[in-house]
């Protein structure tokens, strides 16, 4: 019943941008804090971006300044705007809701590469 669909993937020269989209049905996004991980391949999963129910909003240091995290209640929609990409971005993008007493919401995820 809930789910995540992430979307907006794709290839990218370096210094270019992307919007991923991670459209959840079956709950509200608005009630959960929401995030976005990504992954290389042979490496650890990462939180990139977070974004509280209040909007309160997290970073990581290597895409703070170049990643914007949003959220669209009416849509019921969170967005991952990327600009300035860096090859270090490629990997898998997978969005995450976090609800307290309920188990995590993962996405399928969705590749995001970019070239030199």
């Known amino acids: 019943q809930v789910q995540l669909v992430e979307s907006g993937g794709g290839l990218v020269q370096a210094g270019g941008s992307l919007r991923l989209s991670c459209a959840a049905s079956?709950?509200?996004?608005?009630?959960?804090?929401m995030s976005w991980y990504r992954q290389a391949p042979g490496k650890e999963r990462e939180l990139v971006a977070a974004?509280?129910?209040?909007?309160?909003?997290y970073y990581a240091d290597s895409v703070k300044g170049r990643f914007t995290i949003s959220r669209d209640n009416d849509k019921n929609t969170v967005y991952l705007q990327m600009n300035s990409l860096k090859p270090d971005d490629t990997g898998v993008y997978y969005c995450?809701?976090?609800?307290?007493?309920?188990?995590?919401?993962w996405g399928q995820g969705t590749q995001v590469t970019v070239s030199s």
């Open positions: 974004i509280s129910g209040g909007g309160s909003t």
């Open positions: 079956g709950f509200t996004v608005s009630s959960y804090t």
């Open positions: 995450k809701a976090v609800r307290p007493l309920r188990y995590d919401v």
